[in-house]
C-alpha cells in the first residue's frame, strides 16, 4: 500500500508557472506507475499526465502538450507535475494517483489507480 501527499498547489494568473509535487510513502514506489488527474467543479475526473516506473515513458494529455511536463524522482519518492503558461482553464483540484499496473492505454483511465491522494487546488486567474 502507498499513501500520497500533494502540494504546490495555489494562485497564479494566467501564463505563470506553477509545480506540482506529490510524495509517497512506502519503499516500493519505484514499482508503481503514476499519475496525474484533476477535476474541475461540475466536471469529471480527468486524465493529465501518466509515467511509467522508470520514468522511461510519459503521456499527457493533448491540451496540456508542450505545457506540462510530468517526472518523476525515484529517490525520493515523489513525482512532479510542472505546469507552464498556465490558463483559467486549467483551474481544478490537481490528484496524485499510483497503479501498479503496467503502462499501457489504459492508464489514462481513473479506475487503473488503486490509492488517490486527497488534491490540491490550482487557481488560474484571467
Known amino acids: 500500500q502507498v499513501q500520497l501527499v500533494e502540494s504546490g498547489g495555489g494562485l497564479v494568473q494566467t501564463g505563470g508557472s506553477l509545480r506540482l509535487a506529490c510524495a509517497a510513502s512506502?519503499?516500493?514506489?519505484?514499482?508503481?506507475?503514476m499519475g496525474w488527474f484533476r477535476q474541475a467543479p461540475g466536471k469529471e475526473r480527468e486524465f493529465v499526465a501518466v509515467?511509467?516506473?522508470?520514468?522511461?515513458?510519459?503521456r499527457h494529455r493533448d491540451s496540456v502538450k508542450g505545457r506540462f511536463t510530468i517526472s518523476r524522482d525515484n529517490a525520493k519518492n515523489t513525482v512532479y507535475l510542472q505546469m507552464n503558461s498556465l490558463k483559467p482553464e486549467d483551474t481544478a483540484v490537481y490528484y496524485c494517483?499510483?497503479?501498479?499496473?503496467?503502462?499501457?492505454?489504459?492508464?489514462?483511465?481513473?479506475?487503473?489507480?488503486?490509492?488517490w491522494g486527497r488534491g490540491t487546488q490550482v487557481t488560474v486567474s484571467s
Open positions: 494517483a499510483a497503479s501498479k499496473g503496467k503502462y499501457s492505454d489504459a492508464t489514462v483511465l481513473p479506475g487503473e489507480y488503486a490509492y
Open positions: 512506502g519503499r516500493t514506489f519505484s514499482s508503481y506507475l
Open positions: 509515467i511509467s516506473w522508470s520514468g522511461a515513458n510519459t
